[in-house]
C-alpha cells in the first residue's frame, strides 16, 4: 500500500498557517472586495483631470494608495487559500477573482502613469511647494517619469491592462497541470515499500543512500513531462510571446531589457553573471569530479546530483529541531531579529507540512498590515532546515520594510529579493560548521555548502541563460517545440556539469517542470542575490555591529532607492563582476578543504 498524502482537512491546526490574522472569514473578504471597488471607482473620476490641480493629485494619490493597501491583503488572503489546496474549487473561484479584479483595476488606474507623464515638471514642482504632503509621493512619481519613453497613451494603458488575465494564462495552466493534473507514478523506496512520487518528496528520493530508489524516481518522474512535452512546449512558447507582446508595446528592444528594467536594474548585471559563471566553470566541473569520486561510481548520472557526497552522515531534523538551531543560528542579527522570528514561529507564520493540492516548493509572502506568511513542504531534512532559514529571511525582509516604510515603498524590487533569504542560510552554515569538531559531519556540512553554490549560482545561472536563449530564439522567429527546448537545455546541462556527468536523455525534459520560467527572467536573481549574501553575511560575521547597521538599512529599504543602490548601501556593487566572482572564490576555497578531508 502506497504511502497518499493527507487531505488537507486532515493535517493538524497548529502546522497550518493563520489566515484569520487577514480576515476572520471569507465573508469579510468579500466585503473588503466591495469597499476596494468602490475606492477604485471614485479613484476613476480623476481620469483627465489627475494633475489638473495639486488637490486633486494629493487626493488621488492617497486613495490609489489605500485602494492598493488593500487589494494587496485581499489578494494575499487568497493566494494564501488558493496554495493551500489547488483541488479546492471554492478557493480556486476567490483566485481567478483576485485576478480578474487586479485586470480590471488596472485598467481603471491606467491613466495615472500617462497623465502624470504628460505635466511639464514645472507643474508637478510647483504643485510639491503648494502642498508638502505631495512630498511622500516625490520618488513615486519619480520613478513614473524614470519610464517616460515605455509608458503609452491612456487608452493604450488601458488595452495593455486589460490584457493582463489573458497574458497569465501560460503560467495558470503550467501551474494547475503541474499541480493539481499530474499524476505521478509509485515507486519501491529503500525498504521495498510503495511510494508515490510527488512535487514534495522527488528531491528527498533522489537524495536516497540507495542509487536504484534514485534512478527509478528520476526516470519515472521525468516520463510524466515527456508525455506531456509538446503541451508543455506551447505553454511555454505562449509565455515567451506575451512577453515580446508587452515588450514591444513598451518599446523595449527585447523582453530581457524590459524585465530587468521593471526592477531599475540594467541588463550589464544580468550578462555580468552569465560571463563570470562561465569564466568559472572549471570549478564546478571540479566539484561534479570529486562527487563521481565521493560515490565511488564509475559513471555520475544526473540522478546522482542530490544524494550527499558524504554517506552516513545524514541525520533527520525534526521541524522542532529545525527552528531552535534556526534561532541560534540567526543570533548576528541581534535580539529583536531573533525574537521576531521567533514570533513567526510560535504564531503560525508558517504552513509547514506538504499535504493533498498543495502548491510544491517553498515561498514567503508578505503583505502591507499584517505578518509575512511563509509556505514549507517540510521534509526533515538537512536541506528542509536551510529552507526555513531562507523563508524566513524573505518574511523578516518584508516585515522589516513594512514596518520602516509606508505603503508605497515597501515592497522590495525583485531584484533584492534573494539576498536576505540567503544571508540567513549562510549564517546558518557557518553556525554548524563552528559547532561541529567531528571530521565526517564537517565534510558533510561542506558538501552542502558546496551543494549551494552549485544549487544556486552555477544551476540558476544555467537556467538564466536558458531563458535568455529561448527567449532570444523566439524573438528572432524561431519556434519553440519540445525538440529544440530539449536540445538547448541537454547542451547546457553538458556544459555546466562537464566531462565527468552523464547527461541523461531525462534531464532534457528538466524545462518543463521549473515554474520559474514563467516568472519573467526572475532566477538570474537566485545567483546575483546568493554572491551578494555571501558578502553581508562574511561582512556581518567578521564587522559585527557596523555591518549589521548598514544591512538593516538595506533589509529597511522596501523600494526607497533602487535596488541596486540598496545593496550599495549594505556594501556590495553588482554593476561589476566582483561580488559574482568572489562568491565563486570561496566556492573554490571549500572545494579545496574538502578535497583534503576526502
Known sequence: MAKELLKRSEVKEEF????????????????????????VEEIAQFEGKLTASAANLLKALELNA?????????????????????????????????????????????????EIIATAPA??????????????????IAEIQRLKEHTLSTEQEKMLAGAKEMQALPEQVFAIMNNADFSFPEIKDENGEN?????????????????????????????VYRQYAN??????????KQLIFEASARKYPSTLEAAVDANHVTSSVYHNLVETVNKNMDKMHRYVKLRKKCLGVEELHMYDVYTPMIADAAKKISFEEAKETVLKALAPLGEDYVAKVKEGFENRWIDVYENEGKRSGAYSAGAFGVHPYVLLNHNDTLDNMFTLAHEMGH???????????????????????????TCNEILLMEYLLKNTTDKKERAYLLNHYLDSFKGTVYRQTMFAEFEMRTNRMVEEGESLTAENLNALYHELNSTYYGPDMVSDEEISYEWARIPHFYYNFYVYQYATGFSSAVALAHGILKEGAPALERYKKFLSGGCSESPVELLKMAGVNLETPQPIQEALDV???????IETLV
Not at 518574511?395 to 533569504?421: D, L, R
Open 231 to 240: 503541451t508543455l512546449a506551447a505553454l511555454y512558447s505562449g509565455q515567451i
Open 587 to 593: 566556492f573554490g576555497e571549500i572545494l579545496d578543504e
Open 16 to 39: 497550518t498557517w493563520n489566515l484569520k490574522d487577514m480576515y476572520v472569514s471569507d465573508e469579510a473578504w468579500k466585503k473588503e472586495l466591495e469597499t476596494i471597488q468602490t475606492m
Open 66 to 114: 489605500a485602494a492598493g493597501e488593500k487589494f494587496e491583503l485581499a489578494g494575499n488572503y487568497a493566494a494564501r487559500l488558493h496554495d493551500e489546496d489547488q483541488k479546492n474549487t471554492a478557493h480556486q473561484a476567490m483566485y481567478q477573482k483576485i485576478l480578474a479584479m487586479d485586470a480590471e483595476l488596472s485598467s481603471k488606474t491606467a491613466f495615472f502613469v500617462p
Open 195 to 223: 511510494v508515490r512520487i510527488s512535487h514534495g518528496n522527488f528531491i528527498p528520493l533522489l537524495e536516497s543512500a540507495d542509487r536504484r530508489v534514485r534512478k527509478d524516481t528520476f526516470t519515472a518522474f521525468y516520463q
Open 395 to 421: 518574511a523578516m525582509h518584508s516585515y522589516y520594510s513594512n514596518s520602516t516604510q509606508p505603503y508605497i515603498y515597501s515592497q522590495y524590487k525583485i531584484f533584492v529579493a534573494e539576498v536576505a533569504s
Open 123 to 140: 507643474v508637478l514642482e510647483q504643485y510639491f511647494k503648494e502642498l508638502p504632503e505631495l512630498e511622500l509621493y516625490r520618488k513615486q
